[in-house]
Nanobody
Framework: QVQLVESGGGLVQPGGSLRLSCAAP????????MGWVRQAPGKQREVVAA???????DYADSVKGRFTISRDNAKNTVYLQMNSLKPEDTAVYYC???????????????WGQGIQVTVSS
């Protein structure tokens, strides 16, 4: 199991900003596609953003122009900068890591424990 440690969630007013961080083991970070997935109560899980080890980025349509994913390979950390937050962004956000090559003993997909983001006035 690959341990992913998330931080940065919390309560913010509509229009506000938060930055989520996810630290991954240095032994695999550089070869992983990293992403953020969110799950709101009663809704389907949604892939919010992903960034490959080569820097290719994809966003869900619902967050384009508001959220920015980035990675710092020196710190083995992926970030999700969330601006102009809306109540509908309220969810538990999960970090996930997927190695781009098969590594013995390393799962094809690993998840963080999840972190709550609440957007409310």
């Amino acid at each position: 199991q690959v341990q992913l440690v998330e931080s940065g969630g919390g309560l913010v007013q509509p229009g506000g900003s938060l930055r989520l961080s996810c630290a991954a083991p240095g032994s695999i970070f550089s070869i992983c596609t990293m992403g953020w997935v969110r799950q709101a109560p009663g809704k389907q899980r949604e892939v919010v953003a992903a960034i490959t080890n080569n820097g290719r980025i994809d966003y869900a349509d619902s967050v384009k122009g508001r959220f920015t994913i980035s990675r710092d390979n020196a710190k083995n950390t992926v970030y999700l900068q969330m601006n102009s937050l809306k109540p509908e962004d309220t969810a538990v956000y999960y970090c996930r890591a997927s190695p781009t090559v098969a590594i013995p003993g390393v799962p094809g997909l690993s998840w963080g424990q999840g972190i709550q983001v609440t957007v409310s006035s």
